[in-house]
């Protein structure tokens, strides 16, 4: 995992502990159910890996000051709050190996809370002085509501093609990621070349990451992945691994798959979870999550051969030991 990254081994811990100081403080509230629920779900950890991308991008041009561990915080918070609402409108259970704040608080507190998170994040943003970054975060926010109902809009969606499918993932999750770099990189003053090649590495990480997610929820067991497996075929997603099956599969298989999406029927995943593992969907998931890792890796070599950018890189093709 990245701790045992040589980058990260001797400043993970001090970045992160730098963050989280902002975070703990930006959480709290007069009324104090926000501070519970707030205080809930960042406690529940995670990989921290949107900050930590625009921690690295920072660094990566030398710049290292409180305004970078501030919106390092930001993306945090505009990623929980993503995740307060994403756990209502999936009803979802588990988060990160914990009961779901909605689960355990409600539905209309949980939504609540995570716009107190949403708005907190552009106060943090606004701290910042920087009108780009506030436009670049306006943008990415909006971006990434706008996947979410895409991703809505294609449940139990059996005809969604592959660039379909990779067109939602780039807007709900990938958009964060590579907003998380191009901030870094303003705060360092980085090129235009120098941005653009940032928020690229943001993008094709994110993409990768979130194909690597569709994959373990099929591959992974609750405790590795922080939720149940099979939630997205229970939730009629139509993920990487099952549009290969209805593309690639044969009929049997791909009339399976379809029925068991429009259905949303999780008593269907023995059954899909055989087709799945019994042919190429698992491994085509995979290489696609390749490429992008390889063109992140790729977009880093107009940056200075450093530590840390060995650290991005490092990273980059962490995603993909998810799976290993």
């Known amino acids: 995992m990245l701790e045992n990254l040589p980058y990260f081994q001797r400043h993970l811990n001090d970045d992160l502990a730098k963050v989280n100081v902002v975070i703990n403080q930006a959480v709290q509230s007069e009324v104090a159910l926000i501070s519970q629920i707030g205080t809930y779900i960042i406690s529940a950890g995670g990989k921290r890996l949107r900050p930590i991308i625009t921690i690295l991008a920072g660094k990566a041009l030398g710049y290292d000051d409180q305004k970078l561990y501030s919106l390092a915080a930001m993306v945090e918070f505009i990623h929980t709050s993503t995740l307060l609402h994403d756990d209502v409108v999936d009803e979802s259970q588990l988060r990160r190996g914990r009961e779901t704040a909605n689960n355990l608080f409600g539905n209309a507190a949980a939504v ?18 920087s009108m780009k970054i506030l436009e670049i975060m306006a943008d990415a926010t909006n971006i990434i509501a706008e996947g979410e109902v895409m991703q809505l809009m294609n449940i139990g969606n059996t005809d969604i093609t592959e660039a379909e499918y990779v067109r939602v993932i780039q807007y709900k999750t990938a958009k ?13 003053g980085a090129t235009s070349e120098q941005e653009q090649a ?5 993008m094709y990480v994110g993409t990768a990451f979130q194909i690597i997610d569709d994959v373990l929820d099929y591959s992974g067991d609750t405790v590795e992945i922080g939720k149940n497996v099979g939630d997205d075929l229970a939730e009629g997603k139509p993920t990487l691994p099952l549009i290969y099956l209805m593309r690639q599969g044969d009929e049997s298989v791909a009339s399976d798959v379809r029925q068991a999406l429009e259905n949303a029927d999780r008593s269907c995943f023995d059954k899909i979870y055989r087709h799945v593992i019994h042919s190429e969907a698992l491994s085509y998931s995979v290489s696609e999550a390749k490429k992008a890792v390889e063109k992140a890796v790729t977009c880093l070599d107009i940056l200075p ?12 093709e962490e995603s993909l030991a998810r799976v290993s």
């Open 176 to 188: 964060l990621f590579e907003a998380a770099a191009q901030v870094g990189a303003i705060l360092a």
């Open 198 to 202: 940032l928020k690229d590495y943001g």
């Open 112 to 129: 609540l809370v995570g716009d107190f998170l949403y708005t907190r994040a552009f106060q943090l943003m606004v701290g910042s002085g």
């Open 305 to 316: 051969d450093n530590e840390v950018t060995q650290a991005m890189r490092q990273l980059a």
